[in-house]
């Protein structure tokens, strides 16, 4: 006879009582370990490994120790599960039929201390059902109550729990005052009226050094002590609690605990807000097809995704972003994890001049768009682009012959051809650096960057003419201010450089190494001699 290996789950859904010598979990294991010696005789042995879940609702798989059984299963360490009752292993009916799916497909029996039944019988199974039918019902109806409960308790003004405001800290479910907290809050009521914009006061809370309300949960964890986004600061401006009322479902209710701010200045804030409301026309969600979608990758070889930026007049801006930067891609703390962005238009401007430029035979009037499906894979490195192209698509052949490859070979002397594959390296330039890592936000050709830079000097000396610094203009100087931040410092620094230099620069003739990015933050000097060996003209 084969000897049965039988592993014990036990569950508790609160972890109330663990703490006891003897609790819950030690007598269902103990009430199971007797009936697998009781069993003895039909060769039934006990696992030495512990499946214990406590603190852990039934209501789905979420927990350790019965990921850990299942994987014990799926590895065919386990021929028999024994439970106390059959709700300790689950709740819920669709969980149950995924649990002895996984029994099924792995040969291995259920057993319920409590509840005698043998899975590998019709009857037996539907004894199951109908016992994990009542187990849900009475999970379902203790949910209702609970609801309830909470409901009728926030009726009544009592604080039911959850993020704890700033301006409060709560004792035996009651919310008292911490004065220090709510004179902060007072002040963003008071200065958000006066500032009329909510960034504004979150970059003066941020220079004041305030952090939103740093606190421990019941369950031990510090939370809050952040820096106060702007959707923070809009949660604080919209939220009753602080009028003395408590919020259920859209209702408000008298609450128990004390008011910080006054109706007054609620209501005008509330009038200020809906003053600065934009309201949001219905915009298209794409402008045009992102050719590239699912086929371009960032130097650490994640998926680069299609995006979109709205600017004034319903402009619409396209990108592709490494996935970490998307909004799921943010840290908790509100800094971007490494990757880039690039313009959409511009890249695929480039790639598609390229790819054109290599195929003189394509009939007049073939655009970029018709070569785009030849394209299987793009990676961006640094300032250079990594295209891989499928030869059949790219040169129109039904299969790839000595004829195609020879063809292949003569687009570009230099491409690589990797089985039914040509890559091809397109060089760019950094048009200018982020501030995610050290990556080009750009890439783009040398005719653009010729253009970038005409537009930068442009720019310089608009800047400088608002200043009363335009060297154009000296009687202005004597009402000359200064750029307030580095951003200002940086632009109006390139409107200065030597004659000759923004000469060179407006005619086109800047040599390859001279980029927008070199320009703002190389750190330009002031001495025009030492400019113009730093631009290879001395």
């Known amino acids: 006879m084969k000897q049965l290996r039988c ?70 360490r386990i021929d028999v599960v024994v439970v106390y009752k059959v709700d300790r292993l689950t709740r819920s009916l669709m969980d149950f039929a995924r649990i002895v799916e996984k029994f099924d497909a792995h040969q291995v029996s259920f057993v319920s201390v409590t509840q005698a039944f043998n899975t590998t019988s019709s009857m037996g199974r539907l004894t199951l059902i109908v016992l994990l039918s009542f ?40 919310l008292f005052i911490v004065e220090d907290e709510a004179e902060l809050v007072r002040y963003i009521y008071s200065r958000y009226l006066e500032l009329g914009s909510v960034l504004p006061l979150a970059k003066e809370l941020d220079a004041r050094g305030h952090r939103t309300k740093r606190w421990t949960s019941a369950k031990g964890n510090v939370l809050g002590g952040y820096r106060f986004s702007c959707g923070a600061i809009y949660h604080i401006l919209g939220n009753r609690i602080y009028l003395g009322e408590i919020v259920h479902k859209g209702k408000a209710y008298e609450g128990e605990h004390p008011a910080i701010i006054t109706n007054e200045l609620f209501d ?28 371009l990758f960032d130097s650490d070889n994640l998926p680069m995704r299609p995006t979109f930026g709205h600017g004034r007049g319903k402009k619409i801006y396209r990108y592709y972003v490494s996935e970490t930067l998307l909004p799921i891609g943010q840290s908790a703390n509100g ?35 018709a070569v785009f499906k030849a394209i299987a894979r793009v990676r961006v490195k640094d300032t250079k682009l990594r295209v891989r192209l ?38 760019g330039t950094a048009a200018r650096r982020g501030s995610t890592q050290s990556a080009p936000d750009h890439i783009i050709d040398d005719s653009e960057r010729r253009r970038l830079l005409v537009d930068l000097i442009r720019k310089s000396h608009r800047q400088l003419q608002k200043l009363n610094a335009s060297p154009l203009h000296p009687d202005d100087h004597i009402h000359m201010t200064a750029p307030i931040n580095e951003w200002g410092r940086q632009r109006v620094a390139i409107g200065l ?12 003739k800047a040599p390859p190494h001279i980029t927008p990015d070199l320009l703002l933050n190389s750190g330009i000097p002031m001495d025009w001699e030492e400019q113009r060996r730093m631009f290879g003209m001395g």
């Open 7 to 76: 592993a014990i789950y036990t569950r508790k859904s609160t972890e109330e009582g663990l703490e006891q010598e003897f609790n819950s979990i030690d007598a269902q294991r103990a009430a199971c370990e007797a009936y697998i010696l009781s069993q003895a005789g039909e060769r039934w042995t006990l696992l030495p490994q512990y499946y214990d879940d406590g603190g852990w609702s039934g209501g789905n798989m979420e927990r350790p120790a019965l990921k850990s059984l299942l994987k014990a299963i799926s590895e065919g």
């Open 135 to 174: 187990a849900q019902f009475e999970r379902e109806v203790t949910g209702e109550r609970i609801r309830d409960k909470i409901a009728a308790s926030k009726a009544r003004g009592i604080w039911m729990g959850g993020n704890l405001p700033l301006g409060y800290d709560v004792k035996d479910r009651k």
């Open 268 to 295: 005008a804030v509330q009038t200020k807000l809906a003053a600065n409301r934009v309201k949001r026309t219905k915009r298209k969600e794409k402008a045009t097809a992102s050719p590239l979608t699912g086929k």
């Open 335 to 369: 800094h971007n994890r490494s990757g880039i962005r690039l313009s959409a238009p511009r890249l695929e401007r480039v790639i598609g001049a390229t790819l054109l430029s290599l195929l003189p035979a394509h009939p007049p009037g073939t655009d970029a768009e």
């Open 390 to 427: 499928e030869l059949a698509a790219l040169l129109g052949a039904d299969e790839i012959d000595e004829d195609v490859l020879d063809r292949a070979q003569q687009i570009d002397p230099t491409a690589l051809i990797d089985g039914h594959h040509l890559i091809v390296t397109i060089n």
């Open 497 to 508: 450089l030597a004659p000759d230099i923004q000469k060179m620069l407006l005619q086109g």
